[in-house]
């Protein structure tokens, strides 16, 4: 049955890379490459077991992990091979471009330096998975797409959002385990990444919640990977029902449904959190103060269920979280500490591949690990960590700025998903090396890009003279 579902997997992936490939060589459509992320990137680790578990290859892995990569690299050098004179290619720099560059700047920087105990390997695969959200942030903010090429990505986002629940449907009342069971997830994470198998269910302690109850991943790598990326397919379906005619709405209704149900199979608290402040987020764009209202209104009753009406396990479950005394939330708080201290202590960082849950971050030299922003504080000082907050603060700023001006629906679309997403992720960025998580970190990237291509656009339009 591997060895069948290792087949599918090599020829459905095989086809969409070499598809994409000969879209941007042959055609120079180097932005294209964005589909085969979007499609790819939800079943990566997925793939990634399913060919172990059949092949025993640790060769044929690493084939498929730099698919990713590849496809990212092979479309940035069709796009500067396209430019006939690179130098004369118009490119007017935003904030958002300079907090990128000096973010990757610093981080580079760091890489030269003698600087850390990591190995220079380490740090160089550090490196890469910083530089290629970069790449891809790069590309977005170079593409200008027609109508029906910005319909094929929310098809493939609203594809993957109800993918993901059947798939949870399928785990919870069918199979009544975790899919990566079955996948070949332990035996991966013990060969390839040299993770022994921990918990209850033989996975990591991630796929269940303190009371031993299985918290769900679908396809995705991890229950919280996917409780943060079906707030993308969540966000997408909501701005396609408010700018849609009503006859298509049961359609993104499903979406949002599905995203919804998701949700809940994940048990994720900072996914939860999340979902609420990108809907306050999303009330404050469209100006729906009835919607805040709504909201609190909502938070008020679950408070009184936990009080009055729901079991003690739940009560005590809630109250814990609350309190930081859940294990879960300890150990947040302890890592949160660790990399305090050490920003304290060396306010111009430690280096890379010194902190966070990276495949090149050595348990031995691991300091903290739990949160986004401490994580580049340690390894880049808080420099590194100020930067990549205004990195994302500007791209939010601008794409909603985006959003409130353009006059392409299509385009406002992506600014919205982009920069509500980006707010949406802060509390899993509190709670975890989010980043990591490639579907939704990545296509919000491209996105962000996207918008501040179009507010670039915005603005030389404005100078023109009438």
Same mark, same amino acid.
């Given at each position: ?32 490459? %964005? ?54 290619? +118009? ?18 920087? /760091?890489?030269?330096?003698?600087? !850390?105990? $990591? ?68 035996? /991966?994470?013990?060969? %390839?990444?040299? %993770? ?5 269910? !033989? ?63 994940? $048990? ?32 008020? $009753?679950? #408070? ?5 009406? $729901? ?37 111009? #960082? ?44 500007? #791209? ?21 998903? #982009? ?45 023109? +003279?009438?």
């Amino acid at each position: 049955m591997a060895l069948i579902f290792f087949i599918i997997i090599a020829i459905a992936v095989g086809a969409g890379f070499f598809w994409t490939v000969q879209e941007m060589i042959f055609k120079g459509k180097w932005s294209h490459f %964005i589909f085969f992320l979007a499609a790819f990137l939800p079943f990566y680790i997925t793939s990634l077991s399913v060919v172990y578990l059949a092949t025993r290859s640790p060769e044929l892995v690493s084939l498929f992990q730099i698919l990713k990569e590849l496809v990212v690299l092979i479309s940035l050098l069709v796009f500067i091979l396209y430019q006939r004179k690179i130098a004369d290619y +118009p490119f007017r720099m935003m904030s958002t471009d300079w907090m990128m560059i000096s973010f990757l700047g610093l981080a580079f920087t /760091y890489l030269v330096l003698p600087l !850390g105990q $990591a190995s220079f390997l380490n740090k160089a695969l550090y490196f890469k998975s910083m530089l290629i959200p970069g790449f891809v942030y790069f590309l977005g903010r170079n593409t200008h797409f027609e109508d029906w090429e910005i319909n094929r990505i929310f098809k493939i986002i609203f594809i993957v959002a109800i993918g993901a629940f059947v798939i949870n449907l399928i785990e919870n009342f069918i199979l009544q385990a975790h899919l990566q069971q079955f996948s070949g997830y332990a035996l /991966y994470n013990l060969a %390839i990444n040299d %993770i022994e198998p921990t918990g209850n269910f !033989g996975l990591t302690w991630t796929f269940e919640t303190q009371a031993v109850t299985k918290r769900l991943a679908s396809f995705f790598s991890d229950p919280l990977e996917m409780a943060s990326s079906v707030l993308m397919g969540f966000a997408a379906g909501l701005i396609w029902f408010l700018t849609s005619k009503k006859e298509y709405n049961w359609l993104y209704i499903l979406v949002m449904a599905c995203s919804l149900g998701s949700l809940v199979f994940s $048990a994720s608290r900072a996914a939860f959190g999340a979902f609420f402040v990108m809907i306050f987020f999303i009330a404050l764009v469209f100006r729906l103060y009835k919607l805040i209202a709504a909201g609190f209104l909502v938070l008020v $009753a679950f #408070g009184i269920y936990v009080l009055f009406f $729901a079991s003690e396990d739940f009560y005590f479950f809630v109250l814990d979280t609350l309190t930081f005394e859940n294990t879960s939330s300890i150990g947040h708080v302890v890592e949160w500490v660790l990399a305090l201290d050490s920003m304290v202590g060396n306010p111009f #960082g430690i280096g890379l591949a010194m902190s966070g849950n990276a495949g090149s971050v050595t348990d031995e030299l691991r300091v903290g690990g739990e949160n986004q922003f401490l994580i580049y504080g340690v390894q880049l000082g808080w420099l590194g960590m100020i930067l990549y907050i205004l990195t994302l603060a500007t #791209g939010v700023i601008l794409s909603l700025r985006v959003f409130y001006q353009t006059e392409n629906t299509q385009v406002a679309r992506i600014a919205f998903v #982009g920069a509500v997403v980006k707010v949406g992720l802060l509390l899993p960025l509190f709670t975890a090396n989010a980043e990591m998580y490639t579907y939704v970190a990545w296509l919000t990237w491209w996105m962000i890009g996207y918008s501040v291509h179009e507010y670039s656009r915005i603005q030389l339009s404005l100078r023109k +003279p009438l």
